[in-house]
């Protein structure tokens, strides 16, 4: 039989998904369904005063209309917060707004009619008394003295402050550096804008009690357990969350939000089923936003290029609340990325979470590594510079060495395996780095500046293991379920916890299946995203479907083969240590003419009227995969541009990637991810930029002013591998979802230096738009 | 996005659809391509009571020349004026201008007509029919008049066309001589529309000397405008490339540029020139071409 493992097979969910056949919330029709549309603040910040629904509830086909304080009145609790750090303050954030509306466009009343044009039409007829109060919606103005307050119980708008390293150690480093570079940089706030926005539909049996609820989620059993145990009190057993065909999600789509916490309330309150599904523009106002810091960052280094010390100190802008990852963003997925490929002995970061009158800020793809890995490299160049370095030669100074690991960083991580200099080398190859050097030359004597920006990044990704997690302040588990369960006729039902919203589960972890139980693809369907068939799991996002979610089927295979074996040798009458799994059929070893074949096995499985004795019947096997430790792939992005002198564009010329992803289940699939990941990348660098006004008004809050990447505006880019596997999951893979996104960024934006190195330019803030680098370049010569 | 409340009207003459028109007054809106007008009644920042449809009213869409004159329906979509093998021929800076509206979508739907009477300070045809010293056809119940595109438009979304009226036809003169136009735009990395958009048609005399240009800008200002001192600066002049920078370095004198998120009003000032340069350069390599 053709192994699975490695092949570039065809997407099996593409032909559902791409001929108008998937199945998403929105396209759900159940009898008796009604509309929910919410009544969204237009203020950042303002007291709430009285709520005159009177003109709204005289539209015909409202059913109910249900503010902030009918939930309370209810018994509905604030959504809760998944990651809790020492001394965090967490204000309570009710589904709907109670007394103050802390950001624009949160939700201050629900309104349920019969249809959608009549839900929206009434709550645009609801009129609140808003007393409209100062708002600060920047991160470092939040902490200055004088502040707007956004929390009364969240004083100088203080969430947390956090620390990681040897602050002592650090300063020792400093004080012996030749050279201290130092740079302060913003990293913006972006808008995730998957593809599908976000939708629920609630419904509630007044029967039975049983209540459930479609939502695009990432992780339906967190939703679940959240919802149930914290929010709204139903007994956990009595809830059903599925999340069916969901388009994209980023990260957008694992917390839990305002808009289901409400559908499912008005569904109990109503008896009927409540559904919702967010327009563009409240998808731009209500998900959770991405990155946002301020951060002022220094290295140490000897006159050689040896990194000696880091030293960074950052602002995180947290939004109005703590949405249910957020501390963990700006901390643990942060600050323990610091030391990257590299060697440096002492490195300190400093965190401040800051409540703002913004929308709040999560996790979005990369989440937190794109932040530190931007700074880091950019910071690698900066060196190079002042040093009167190659940025080549600079990285590979400081490279963590191949026989060093496993590696212990100053900033928590173990590094399980790496061979950094390795991606870089390919990398360098395909590129041809002497070539492009004399054609830079060249071009600059023409009035053209062409750059280059190298990118050697590192990631943690897989994110586990529960216990680590669990000590840093993690309210969950970080496993991952699988079931696999072989039918009397052989075919086989795989439930993953793991959940796919783009990532091709249906394929890839078939090709696991299918290699493992040697039985046709075809013969294998994998079944994510549902509580009521799944077992609990904790779903996708930080790239641990692979690491994680795969490798949890895999050990379920396992568990089904020993037992395959047992039975097939008992039908064969032979020793199990004698019978051999080959080609789909088992025999004893040298005599294949006599065999069993998956099916024979599987149906005597199930009539079990010939079994060895004391085993019982059925083939089926679940597991829980904890992993040891993070996994860590890595490698090198090489991005050339060519900026125009007079009016500050940048042309993309060049994009190189060499990834060390593991071992590769499915190129193809891997190929797509890390092109859409470079392109989300690069889109940070060159575009996409989430912009308030003094107000706290969202001043980029469509698609006509915020630029998500258009596939013409990007190039072909060149792909190529290293493989380096990892020992910390028998599949030897490491996460492919966030690589792109956390490289590349920081790719562009060095290669944009460099294109305005003759300006004497050191550095410009993201996003590097032709009007900013015009700015930074106006009165400049070469 | 759901739209408030309104009636749909779909009239099959024009007299029918003035009628209406005439019947509903502020509260009626015509519907051209929707590209404009449907995404603000999602955002119900339009709220019109009634939506009259110009999709089945004969005879107002499509490209043909009679005397001199190009005539385009005001119904023709983008796609369609762009694609037209007379306006590729003779006016190629039209059909460079629409290839770079939008995307796919809006250019199938989107139409010329909605585009004028939108007037979108950003949008690319007012441009490039104001450096062609278009005119527009306009219909009322009072009969029909002409009007310069450069006049019809007033503002930021404010043209002269008054409630009972539509837009017929977009009129463009052939020009005549040794002359060659080109347009010029960045677009904004969002919307497509134009950050600056620079239309140029230049003529010049059997000498080569420049005996006339018209200059006009999009994505600057309030609405589009004429860069007058370009053409002044160029009049006379052998188009060389020294000529034609120093000339355009003028490009947004005298205009009142806006800044927005894009950039300073300095900088979209220097936009206006380098834009307007590249544009100038094209449009006289094609006269030359003639
Ligand atoms: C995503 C997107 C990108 C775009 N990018 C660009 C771009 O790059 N450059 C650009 O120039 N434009 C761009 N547009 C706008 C597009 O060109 C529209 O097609 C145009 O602005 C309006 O034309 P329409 O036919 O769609 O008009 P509609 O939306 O149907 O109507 C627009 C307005 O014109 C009025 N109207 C329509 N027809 C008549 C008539 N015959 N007489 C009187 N009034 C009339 C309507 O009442 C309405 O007020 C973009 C639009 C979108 C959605």
């Known amino acids: 039989m053709e192994t699975m493992f490695g092949k570039s097979i065809k997407r099996r969910e593409d032909?559902?998904?791409?001929?108008?056949?998937?199945?998403?919330?929105?396209?759900?029709?159940?009898?008796?369904?009604?509309?929910?549309?919410?009544?969204?603040?237009?203020?950042?910040h303002a007291k709430i005063g009285k709520i005159d629904t009177a003109a709204a509830r005289k539209v015909p086909g409202v059913l109910a209309i249900y503010t902030g304080k009918d939930l309370v009145a209810g018994g509905v609790k604030p959504i809760p917060v998944g990651w809790l750090l020492p001394n965090i303050k967490v204000p309570a954030h009710y589904p709907l707004a109670v007394d103050k509306a802390r950001h624009m466009g949160e939700p201050v009343a629900v309104v349920v009619a019969e249809t959608p044009y009549a839900a929206r039409d009434a709550a645009?007829?609801?009129?609140?008394?808003?007393?409209?109060?100062?708002?600060?919606?920047?991160?470092?103005?939040?902490?200055?003295?004088?502040?707007?307050?956004?929390?009364?119980?969240?004083?100088?708008?203080?969430?947390?402050?956090?620390?990681?390293?040897?602050?002592?150690?650090t300063d020792a480093a400093f004080a012996k550096a030749d050279k201290v570079v130092k740079q302060s940089f913003r990293n913006h706030?972006?808008?995730?804008?998957?593809?599908?926005?976000r939708a629920c539909l609630a419904s509630a049996q007044p029967g039975t009690g049983d209540i459930t609820l479609w939502v695009t989620s990432q992780n339906p059993h967190v939703h679940r357990l959240i919802m149930a145990a914290f929010v709204l009190g139903i007994p956990e057993h009595k809830m059903r969350v599925i999340s069916p065909d969901v388009g994209g999600g980023f990260g957008s789509k694992i917390f839990i939000y305002p808009e289901e916490c409400a559908a499912v309330w008005a569904s109990r309150q109503l008896s009927r089923p409540v559904k919702w599904t967010a327009d563009r523009r409240e998808a731009f106002l209500a998900d959770a936003h991405g990155r946002d810091h301020h951060t002022e960052a220094e290295m140490a280094l000897a006159a050689d290029g040896k990194i000696l010390g880091l030293r960074v100190k950052t602002v995180a802008n947290l939004g109005a609340y703590l949405s249910l990852f957020a501390p963990a963003v700006p901390t643990y997925l942060y600050g323990t990325l610091l030391a990257g490929a590299y060697t440096t002995p002492a490195i300190h970061c400093e965190v401040t979470g800051v409540f703002t009158h913004t929308t709040p800020v999560d996790a979005y793809r990369g989440a937190g590594r794109p932040e530190a890995t931007y700074l880091l490299e950019r910071l690698m160049d900066l060196s190079a510079k002042e040093l009167g370095m190659d940025p080549v030669d600079i990285r590979r100074k400081n490279f963590i060495p191949p026989d060093k690991f496993p590696y212990q960083t100053p900033v928590?991580?173990?590094?399980?395996?790496?061979?950094?200099?390795?991606?870089?080398?390919?990398?360098?190859?395909?590129?041809?780095?002497?070539?492009?050097?004399?054609?830079?030359?060249q071009a600059r004597k023409q009035g053209r500046y062409l750059g280059v920006g190298f990118s050697t990044y590192l990631e943690a990704c897989g994110l586990a293991p529960s216990q680590v997690a669990g000590a840093l302040g993690a309210q969950a588990g970080l496993y991952e379920s699988a079931n696999v369960r072989v039918h009397p006729t052989g075919k086989v039902s795989v439930f993953t916890g793991s959940h796919s919203h783009g990532q091709g589960h249906e394929t890839t972890f078939a090709q696991v299946v299918a290699d493992e139980?040697?039985?046709?693809?075809?013969?294998?369907?994998?079944?994510?995203?549902?509580?009521?068939?799944?077992?609990?799991?904790?779903?996708?996002?930080?790239?641990r479907s692979g690491p994680v979610g795969a490798a949890a089927i895999y050990m379920s295979t396992q568990k089904i083969k020993e037992k395959a074996k047992k039975i097939a040798a008992h039908l064969l009458e032979a020793n199990e240590k004698d019978v051999t799994h080959e080609g789909g059929k088992f025999f004893v070893k040298g005599s294949p003419d006599r065999s069993k074949s998956f099916f024979d096995v599987s149906l005597m499985a199930y009539l079990a009227h010939n079994l060895p004795k004391g085993l019982e019947p059925g083939l089926e096997a679940l597991s829980f995969f904890d992993p040891g430790n993070f996994v860590f792939p890595f490698g090198t992005h090489i991005c050339v541009v060519e900026v125009e002198r007079d009016t500050g564009y940048v042309h993309l010329r060049r994009y190189v990637a060499v990834d060390?992803?593991?071992?590769?289940?499915?190129?193809?699939?891997?190929?797509?991810?890390?092109?859409?990941?470079?392109?989300?990348?690069?889109?940070?660098?060159?575009?996409?930029?989430?912009?308030?006004d003094e107000n706290g008004q969202l001043i980029t809050g469509s698609m006509m002013n915020y630029a998500l990447p258009k596939a013409d505006e990007l190039i072909p880019i060149e792909l190529a591998r290293t493989e380096t596997p990892t020992p910390v999951n028998p599949l030897g893979v490491k996460g492919a979802g966030e690589t792109g996104t956390i490289a590349s960024t920081a790719a562009v934006a060095n290669a944009v230096m460099d294109a305005l190195s003759p300006f004497g330019i050191k550095h410009i803030d993201m996003p590097l738009t032709p009007g900013r680098i015009w700015e930074a370049l106006k009165g400049k010569g070469a | 996005m759901y739209a408030a409340p309104f009636e749909y009207h779909l009239p099959t003459t024009v007299a029918e659809a003035l009628g209406l028109l005439e019947k509903f007054g502020d509260e009626a809106?015509?519907?051209?391509?929707?590209?404009?007008?449907?995404?603000?009644?999602?955002?119900?920042?339009?709220?019109?009571?009634?939506?009259?449809?110009?999709?089945?009213?004969?005879?107002?869409?499509?490209?043909?020349?009679?005397?001199?004159?190009?005539?385009?329906?005001?119904?023709?979509?983008h796609y369609e004026v762009g694609s037209s093998p007379l306006v590729r021929t003779k006016l190629p800076m039209m059909?460079?201008?629409?290839?770079?509206?939008?995307?796919?979508?809006?250019?199938?739907?989107?139409?010329?007509?909605?585009?004028?009477?939108?007037?979108?300070?950003?949008?690319?045809?007012?441009?490039?029919?104001?450096?062609?010293?278009?005119?527009?056809?306009?219909?009322?119940?009072?009969?029909?008049?002409?009007?310069?595109?450069?006049?019809?438009?007033?503002?930021?979304?404010?043209?002269?066309?008054?409630?009972?009226?539509?837009?017929?036809?977009?009129?463009?003169?052939?020009?005549?001589?040794?002359?060659?136009?080109?347009?010029?735009?960045?677009?904004?990395?969002?919307?497509?529309?134009?950050?600056?958009?620079?239309?140029?048609?230049?003529?010049l005399d059997p000498g080569g000397k420049v005996s006339n240009s018209r200059i006009a800008l999009t994505g600057i200002a309030s609405k589009v405008t004429r860069a007058g001192y370009v053409e002044q600066a160029l009049l006379g002049k052998a188009p060389d490339p020294a000529a034609i920078k120093s000339a355009a370095a003028r490009a947004a004198q005298g205009i009142e540029v806006r800044a927005d998120l894009t950039g300073s009003a300095e900088y979209k000032a220097n936009l206006a020139a380098v834009y307007t340069e590249r544009a100038v350069k094209r449009a006289v390599s094609r006269a030359l071409e003639r």
Request: hydrophobic residues 40%; without cysteine.
């Open chain 2, 29 to 77: 809106k015509l519907l051209s391509g929707s590209q404009s007008l449907v995404p603000l009644m999602k955002l119900r920042l339009a709220t019109p009571g009634h939506v009259v449809d110009l999709r089945k009213v004969p005879g107002l869409s499509g490209v043909t020349e009679s005397g001199g004159t190009v005539v385009i329906g005001a119904m023709t979509t």
């Open chain 1, 412 to 441: 928590a991580l173990l590094y399980d395996s790496g061979n950094y200099a390795g991606a870089l080398d390919k990398a360098l190859q395909i590129f041809d780095y002497k070539a492009f050097r004399r054609e830079q030359e």
């Open chain 1, 15 to 44: 032909p559902r998904l791409v001929t108008g056949k998937g199945n998403f919330v929105d396209d759900l029709k159940i009898p008796f369904t009604t509309h929910a549309a919410f009544v969204r603040s237009p203020h950042a």
């Open chain 1, 189 to 197: 706030r972006l808008i995730p804008n998957a593809i599908e926005p």
């Open chain 2, 95 to 203: 059909a460079e201008a629409a290839g770079q509206i939008g995307d796919t979508q809006v250019r199938n739907l989107g139409t010329i007509g909605g585009s004028l009477a939108h007037a979108d300070p950003s949008a690319d045809w007012p441009a490039v029919l104001a450096a062609l010293d278009a005119s527009v056809r306009i219909a009322s119940s009072r009969g029909e008049r002409n009007v310069k595109v450069e006049e019809l438009i007033v503002g930021p979304l404010t043209t002269v066309l008054a409630p009972g009226e539509i837009l017929l036809q977009v009129r463009v003169p052939l020009p005549a001589g040794r002359y060659g136009g080109a347009y010029e735009k960045l677009p904004h990395p969002a919307s497509r529309f134009a950050i600056v958009g620079a239309a140029a048609e230049v003529f």
């Open chain 1, 517 to 543: 139980l040697q039985v046709p693809i075809d013969d294998v369907d994998i079944i994510h995203g549902d509580t009521g068939q799944v077992p609990f799991g904790m779903g996708s996002y930080g790239s």
């Open chain 1, 660 to 692: 060390d992803l593991g071992r590769v289940i499915n190129p193809m699939i891997v190929d797509g991810m890390v092109h859409g990941g470079i392109a989300q990348g690069v889109s940070q660098a060159l575009w996409e930029h989430a912009e308030y």
């Open chain 1, 124 to 169: 645009e007829l609801v009129e609140v008394d808003y007393d409209v109060l100062p708002a600060v919606p920047d991160g470092a103005d939040a902490l200055k003295r004088g502040a707007p307050p956004v929390h009364d119980d969240a004083p100088g708008n203080v969430s947390f402050k956090w620390s990681i390293g040897d602050a002592k150690a």
